[in-house]
């Protein structure tokens, strides 16, 4: 199945408290279980400004619901061509 990396713009991500990321993350995995098992949250980045997250879904289309239902923003969904690590090089 693809993996996509989702962009989220989120002012302050970087200041959320460890509660407020709780917050966030129970409700995303609330939408996710309604949205049936097609679509995974694998992990997210927090920066600064933005959250990248990591998905395994059919489409880009779940991806997209997801953070309708949620309230996530969802400001850009790449897919995932390959990954690349130190072992590539050898």
Known sequence: MPKYVIERNIPNAGKM???????????????LQSLGPQVQWMQSYVTDEKLFCVYVAPGPELIREHAVRGGFPADAIREVRTVIDPTTAE
């Open 17 to 31: 408290s460890p509660k407020e990321l709780n917050a966030v993350s129970a409700k995303s995995c609330r939408v």
